[in-house]
């Protein structure tokens, strides 16, 4: 018999449905088996009654462990008492493998045994409500920027040069050469951007982070879009539309999902433009206030980066995200355009998540002056041959530009309300870990 889904069964209500599935949960009293399937679209609790169904169907429903694939045919109804939910009248099943000691088992387990069983953790509520926000995102990534005019060209993931400085590159042999994997398609972005004039790419980024954090992953999403002729002030104007785009469209369509990762929504339901902008000098005293008032730990000092407390403290303050700017152009990437009132500041912002997520976004303007970026090339201790192609821009047709570029992840781990940012992707990457 053809199969139903479960996600469509509203439709079916009263006719006989085959499922194809897994048993997610079993209980039974007596005569009764209460049978928890789930087939990828969703869950729903089948009911087989001794009296009702044949003997062999019992005892395959009393025989059944969990995560056995099954095929199951049945009549659904409306639950009796809550609108809404559905179950189903268990006729007849038919057990395609039985699976022996399942090792994720209803009880309570730790992170590291469940990260080493992530390719069967996945099948659980909750990794399913989180990925499918996660797939909810990257949709409305896509639309966002397919709707308003830019072309997605795709940046390629070995690269002869580093964007995002040196220390965190990952080398990889490329015949008799070597290569380093993509930390970002900025800087080819920078390249469609002269051709198509708003572009975006959206791909694979690798960071060799040594550091171990909930924000850090070693491969990790990035979507990254470049616009001809935009300034700083454009691309911060794009970045607070985009990200009220997404939380909108995760509001919409993912409501269940949310409630499953007991999500807040109402802080996601303030996520409307305009987002406060803060200068770093600003950021600066806010910090310092913060120290003396022993709220936080260390004094920042002027000149220095962001680190992940601090963001914390600063995306605390506000129910938006909040728009950092300006920050001295001595810790930020090579490429960026110098502020022309103080030329010590780049062009550049960072967009800081509220409740204390912190930078889910980074961009700004770019250096379009030849001589300027050569200058840092040379500063940055770059090895100018592999960034001639680059040069190139600044020498035919040079404009100023501007993007930015957004983690999925870190979106994903703001939107969900999540600590950490493993669960985001189907199989993280981190430091300690490349299985499974
Ligand atoms: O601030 P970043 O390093 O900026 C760039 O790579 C620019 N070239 C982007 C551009 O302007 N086109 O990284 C951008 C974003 C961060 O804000 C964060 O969301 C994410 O990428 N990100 C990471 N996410 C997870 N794990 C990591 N190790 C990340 N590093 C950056
Ligand atoms: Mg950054």
Redesign the pocket.
């Known amino acids: 018999m053809k199969q139903t889904y479960i996600s469509e069964i509203p439709k079916h209500l009263g006719g006989e449905i085959t499922i194809k599935g897994w048993l997610y949960n079993k209980r039974s009293s007596g005569k009764l088996g209460f049978l928890e399937i789930r087939d990828g679209s969703g869950i729903i609790q089948g009911i087989a009654s001794k009296k009702d169904v044949s003997e062999q169907c019992w005892s395959d429903c009393e025989r059944v462990t969990q995560e056995s694939s099954v095929i199951i045919i049945g009549v659904p109804r409306e639950h009796p008492k809550r609108p809404g939910v559905y179950e189903l009248d268990i006729k007849d099943m038919q057990i395609v493998q039985v699976a022996h000691e399942y090792p994720i088992t209803p009880k309570e387990h730790g992170v590291e045994f469940l990260m080493d069983n992530r390719h069967l953790w996945l099948r659980s509520r909750r990794q399913h409500a989180i990925l499918r926000v996660r797939h909810e995102i990257i949709r409305a990534v896509r639309d966002f920027f397919d709707n308003n005019g830019f072309i997605l060209c795709d940046t390629p993931i070995f690269t002869p040069a580093a964007?995002?400085g040196t220390s965190?590159l990952f080398e990889v042999q490329y015949f008799d050469d070597k290569a380093y994997l993509a930390?970002?398609?900025?800087?080819y972005?920078e390249a469609t951007a002269a051709a198509f004039g708003k572009v975006y790419c959206f791909g694979p980024?690798f960071?060799a982070?040594k550091s171990k954090t909930r924000?850090?992953?070693?491969e990790?999403w990035?979507v990254?879009?470049?616009v001809a002729y935009a300034k700083l002030d454009d691309i911060m104007e794009l970045s607070e539309n985009f990200i009220s785009y997404i939380v909108g469209r995760v509001l919409e369509n993912r409501k269940e999902e949310l409630k499953q990762v007991e999500r807040d929504t109402t802080m996601l339901e303030k996520i409307t433009p305009p987002f406060p902008r803060l200068e770093y000098d600003n950021v600066v005293k806010i910090l310092q206030l913060g120290h003396a008032e022993g709220k936080l730990e260390n004094r920042f000092e002027w000149g220095g980066d962001l680190g992940s407390p601090d963001e914390t403290y600063i995306s605390s303050q506000f129910e938006k995200p909040v728009m950092v700017h300006r920050y001295p152009a001595a810790v930020k990437?090579f490429?960026m355009e110098p502020d022309p009132e103080r030329p010590e500041l780049a062009l550049c912002v960072?967009?800081l998540a509220p409740e204390g997520y912190g930078?889910?976004?980074?961009?700004?303007e770019r250096a379009s002056s030849l001589e300027f970026v050569l200058n840092r090339i040379h500063e940055h201790g770059l090895p100018e041959e592999a960034f001639n192609w680059y040069l190139d821009l600044r020498k035919y047709g040079s404009v100023p530009h501007?993007?930015?570029?957004?983690?999925?992840?870190?979106?994903v781990a703001w939107i969900c309300g999540l600590e950490h940012?493993r669960e985001t992707t189907p199989f993280p990457r981190m430091l300690y870990r490349l299985k499974p």
């Not at 924000?215 to 070693?218: G, P, S, V």
């Not at 930078?359 to 700004?364: A, F, K, L, Q």
């Open positions: 964007c995002e965190t930390q970002s398609g900025q800087l972005n980024t960071r982070e924000r850090h992953l070693t990790f990035m990254e879009p470049e990437a490429y960072d967009v930078e889910v976004i980074g961009g700004g501007a993007g930015f570029g957004m983690g999925i992840e870190r979106a940012v």
